[in-house]
């Protein structure tokens, strides 16, 4: 799994100063979960918001963002920004506070349980 570690330890440090962040593989990169939700992911030398579909159009128009594509289908609500789209402090904390906004609305996704054979 090959991810831009310095973007990685960047998110982490914006996000320090919250109680409920967990870390987890996915996307072929690493996710930040906030509050149990996913939030924010670093693949490869892309950062992944997620930003709902309230904030979705606004964000594709500007420069260096795209949407996510997962297996064929767009996934309305998340974005990928590369790195000239974060290189500025503020560009970065801009896409992080999106991110962060939407969180204490997002709802969690469900848990699976697996079941014992």
Known sequence: MAFNERLAHRIRE???????VEEKKMFHGICFMVNGKMCLCVRLDEMLCRIGPHKYAEALEMDYCRPMIHNGRTMTGFVFVSQEGIKKKKDFEYWVDLALAFNSEAKASKKVVKKKK
């Open 14 to 20: 914006a996000l320090s100063h919250l109680p409920d």
